[in-house]
């Protein structure tokens, strides 16, 4: 890593700064837009005229010569930038100091007795790491997408799998919500060595990423109704809910009781087969499991 590349790194708060500013209209903030206007969103003394700090001091922010500022100066530059609570919390991370050293980090692994839980799960039902790999999945899970197998990483196929794409039924939205949910998992950890990976190999592979992931727009991806497509059952109307377990995340997605989703997940059942013979009940596909094929 060059000198340059360093100077970025430690500039995240700069950097979030200059990307949300961006993204805040004139008008919004109740500013005339003007017809000569060279930069999207506000100027940088624009954001410090309405935050009530100088334009000077919001530059040192930017540029990353200040990166101490006070409660009180980022509440304001949350307010004008309009930021929400979770990107609030966000800055004022990005504000509490450097990012920390690489250092080693210990392997995500899912324990025997969640392994269990998952095999004794009635619906689809998954475990997946703070950079969205899957870790171990029941068989209803991968029978509903083979992207579910654990070693599959959930933003990676959302943004490269064709399948993936045709399996949401609102893709776009899907895809802005993980990547933003992505960039609140990792935090301010810039040399994660897996973050690292995932987000150099889909800056690579694709632009929509590139652009979304410039715009460093920050979100919980919390449960939600998600609308998807099955390639055998047709559309399939369920439930997602998120729950942290020991640092990981299970993940379970469940239907309307009578509703027609939940004939077609019955139907799913009936067709997913153990994985093994070692007497999982539901088959429980633990970590390390190569995905299966086409």
Do not use: C
Request: proline letters at 7%; zero cysteines; charged letters at 30%.
């Amino acid at each position: 890593m060059t000198d340059m590349d360093d100077r970025a790194d430690t500039n995240r708060l700069g950097q979030y700064l200059a990307a949300r500013r961006a993204l805040v209209s004139p008008e919004e903030v109740g500013m005339p837009s003007g017809a000569r206007r060279r930069v999207p969103g506000l100027r940088r003394e624009e954001v410090a005229m309405l935050a009530g700090i100088s334009a000077d001091y919001y530059l040192r922010l930017e540029r990353g010569r200040d990166d101490n500022p006070s409660a009180q100066v980022l509440e304001a530059l949350a307010r004008v930038l309009l930021l929400d609570e979770v990107e609030t919390e966000y800055l004022i991370t990005l504000a509490s100091g450097r990012p920390r050293a690489r250092r080693p980090r210990r392997a995500e692994r899912v324990p025997a007795r969640l392994e269990h839980l998952l095999a004794t799960i009635a619906v689809p039902a998954f475990v997946e790491g703070r950079h969205f790999d899957v870790l171990a999945a029941n068989d209803l899970a991968v029978a509903l997408s083979p992207r579910l197998t654990p070693g599959q990483n959930r933003l990676r196929s959302l943004l490269l799998d064709p399948e993936e794409r045709a399996f949401h039924a609102d893709w776009e939205q899907a895809v802005v919500d993980m990547v933003a949910a992505f960039r609140r998992s990792i935090g301010n950890d810039v040399s994660d060595p897996r973050a690292v990976e995932v987000v150099g190999e889909l800056s690579l592979a694709s632009a929509r990423f590139r652009t979304l992931w410039a715009r460093q727009d920050v979100r919980r991806l919390e449960g939600n109704t998600a609308e998807i497509e099955h390639p055998a059952l047709g559309s399939l109307r369920l439930h997602r809910e998120k729950l942290p377990v020991g640092g990981l995340i299970l993940v379970l997605y469940y239907p309307e009781a009578g509703s027609d989703a939940a004939d077609k997940l019955r139907l799913l059942g009936s067709l997913a087969q153990p994985t093994g013979d070692d007497g999982r009940p539901g088959g429980a596909v633990p970590a390390g499991t190569a995905p299966p094929g086409p």
